[in-house]
């Protein structure tokens, strides 16, 4: 293997959702390939027909794309290694299954399936490990069952399934990446089914002639397919392959460090999605589950660049990480913050121009949408939402009249006297030149001085009819932004309504 091109790959079943345990694992295939010059590919794991849904690849490719997740080889995106769809495989599993047989590393098995749930109970009352009780393990192979039987049950055209011999007394050793050496005795592995009834191959056979195929230097994927390590090197061994190298990842666990469920909160990447967490904050969250940059290291935002400079197996620990959305919140703000305003920008417009044919338009659409005036919103209110959608539905009141104003603000600080004192200050901005922060503060405070009132007792309702609600940003710069014409608008408008009990 030494020198040879590293190549990884995320071999995902389609059954409908990217799963964040899945997002992570083929982040760090992704992140370990791109750090080594490497290639990474998908492989679609669809030998059970049974889970598989329609579209689901797709989605899983355009949801690791989002994710800046790019393979170099997939079923979207061809290779020298293709199919990469298992399903369009089978005649190159049926070869390799054939050669087994041959080779006495595998054998038909005719035991229905009442047969073999019998034998289980049976074995469990015993306190016995659930394992295939070989009925069909020919004599030659060591069984009881004649090969004339088993001619006879082939020539029937009886269903069966192929099972690998596994050998007995041996025992099989790797050294996995993450968690060093570990060895497994043959006597706890079953005779696994290698070929199921319906002419698909098993999980484990599939993934390991595709495995050896398509040439992956490296196995990154999660713990919970530690158990299946002796059957896949007892294949490489039938076969006289060389074992690429693995590294089994952490589990994800739930806040209460139970595994992570579905039942404690959302599971699926596009969950998140939906939400409105961005592809950034997502990557830098999954890639901190199990794996840091080291001792000493505060850093905890990186972006995908930083991180394939950063990342190696070495440093994916083995304990179960932590699923901690609070982190994952912290995490989009830390972006919504430091975020270039462009790129805002660019990202809030169609939300904003999709609300707008929806809502009543009270300000020019050009002017609304326009990227200065954008950029002036998410400079006013980025310090303040969770969500890039948050600058177009929390901060609404920078692009549509308020439809209704807050109830207990309105209680609290309008009083008899508002009505008559906003209007008056009305016309002290309608005579303004200036509509800046700075003039409409002074004006405001020139205003009130010389009636030996607080600027308060106008700021307040000022925002309530400008925005509706009795927070928000500065209020002279949302003056400001929103200008001069709606703020005006707005007043009239406000005092009316509130007059009418609004
Ligand atoms: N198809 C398996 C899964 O859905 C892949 C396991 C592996 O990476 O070998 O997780």
Same mark, same amino acid.
């Given at each position: 293997m030494?020198?040879q091109?590293?190549?990884t790959?995320f071999?995902?079943?389609p ?8 997002l992570?694992?083929? @982040?760090?295939?992704y992140?370990?390939?791109?750090r080594?010059?490497?290639d990474?590919?998908?492989r679609?794991e ?6 598989k ?5 797709k ?12 393979p ?11 199919p990469y769809?298992?399903?369009q495989? @089978?005649?190159?599993?049926r ?10 590393n ?11 749930e019998e ?5 469990l ?7 295939y009780?070989?009925?069909?393990l020919?004599?030659d192979?060591?069984g ?5 039987e ?10 069966y399934?192929?099972r690998?011999?596994v050998p ?6 790797f ?5 060093g050496?570990?060895e ?13 009834s319906?002419?698909f ?9 595709d495995?050896h195929l398509?040439?992956f230097t ?19 061994e039938?076969f006289g392959w060389?074992p690429p190298?693995?590294?089994h990842?952490?589990?994800l ?6 595994k992570?469920?579905k039942?404690?909160g ?13 592809n950034d ?10 794996w840091n ?7 905890e935002v990186f972006?995908?660049?930083? @991180?394939?400079?950063k990342?190696s197996?070495?440093r ?13 919140t912290?995490l ?5 913050k ?13 939300l ?5 044919k929806?809502?009543?338009v ?9 990227d ?5 919103v998410?400079d006013?209110?980025r310090?303040r939402v ?8 929390f901060?609404s ?16 600080r309008?009083?008899?006297?508002t009505?008559? @004192?906003?209007?008056?200050?009305a016309t002290?901005?309608?005579a303004a030149?200036d ?5 409409i ?9 010389p ?8 700021i ?6 400008t925005?509706?609600?009795s927070?928000g940003p500065?209020?002279?710069?949302m ?5 001069k ?7 009239a ?8 009990g609004?």
């Amino acid at each position: 293997m030494a020198g040879q091109r590293v190549r990884t790959r995320f071999a995902p079943s389609p059954t409908g959702y990217l799963h964040v345990g899945g997002l992570r694992t083929a @982040l760090y295939n992704y992140l370990f390939a791109k750090r080594m010059n490497g290639d990474f590919v998908i492989r679609i794991e669809d030998t059970d027909q049974s889970r598989k849904v329609e579209d689901a690849e797709k989605n899983l490719i355009g949801t690791l794309e989002w994710a800046g997740i790019i393979p170099d080889e997939s079923p979207v995106h061809g290779g020298n290694y293709g199919p990469y769809v298992q399903s369009q495989r @089978l005649s190159i599993y049926r070869d390799y299954c054939n050669q087994l047989l041959e080779d006495k590393n595998a054998y038909y098995c005719f035991s229905t399936s009442e047969e073999l749930e019998e034998n289980r109970q049976l074995q469990l009352k015993q306190g016995l490990q659930p394992k295939y009780n070989r009925k069909w393990l020919p004599e030659d192979m060591g069984g009881s069952m004649p090969e004339s039987e088993i001619r006879k049950k082939l020539d029937e055209g009886a269903p069966y399934v192929v099972r690998m011999k596994v050998p007995d007394y041996v025992s099989v050793w790797f050294e996995d990446i993450i968690r060093g050496p570990i060895e497994f005795d043959s006597s706890t592995i079953d005779d696994q089914v290698l070929m199921k009834s319906d002419g698909f191959p098993t999980y484990h056979f599939a993934s390991v002639i595709d495995d050896h195929l398509m040439e992956f230097t490296h196995i990154i994927r999660g713990e919970e397919w530690l158990p299946s390590m002796p059957k896949h090197l007892l294949l490489y061994e039938f076969f006289g392959w060389e074992p690429p190298k693995f590294a089994h990842l952490p589990l994800l666990l739930n806040p209460d460090r139970s595994k992570l469920s579905k039942r404690q909160g959302d599971v699926a990447v596009e969950d998140y999605m939906r939400k409105g967490f961005s592809n950034d904050a997502i990557v830098n969250f999954v890639a901190l589950l199990g794996w840091n940059e080291g001792e000493g290291s505060e850093q905890e935002v990186f972006s995908m660049n930083e @991180l394939i400079q950063k990342f190696s197996l070495e440093r994916v620990g083995r304990a179960g990480a932590v699923f901690n959305v609070e982190k994952l919140t912290w995490l989009e703000k830390q972006y919504i913050k430091s975020r270039p305003v462009e790129k805002i920008v660019s990202n809030i417009k169609p939300l904003l121009l999709e609300e707008l044919k929806q809502r009543p338009v009270e300000m020019p659409v050009d002017r609304i949408s326009s990227d200065a005036y954008l950029g002036k919103v998410v400079d006013l209110m980025r310090e303040r939402v969770n969500f890039e959608n948050e600058f177009v539905t929390f901060s609404s009141y920078f692009f549509f009249e308020p439809d209704s104003y807050e109830q207990e603000a309105v209680q609290k600080r309008w009083t008899p006297e508002t009505p008559g @004192l906003i209007s008056e200050f009305a016309t002290v901005l309608e005579a303004a030149d200036d509509f800046t922060a700075e003039a409409i503060e002074s004006a405001l405070k020139a205003f009130v001085a010389p009636k030996g009132l607080k600027p308060a007792v106008l700021i307040h309702p000022l925002r309530i009819v400008t925005s509706g609600v009795s927070f928000g940003p500065s209020l002279y710069h949302m003056l400001e932004v929103l200008g001069k014409e709606t703020v005006l608008r707005r007043i009239a408008r406000g005092v009316e309504r509130i007059g009418q009990g609004a």
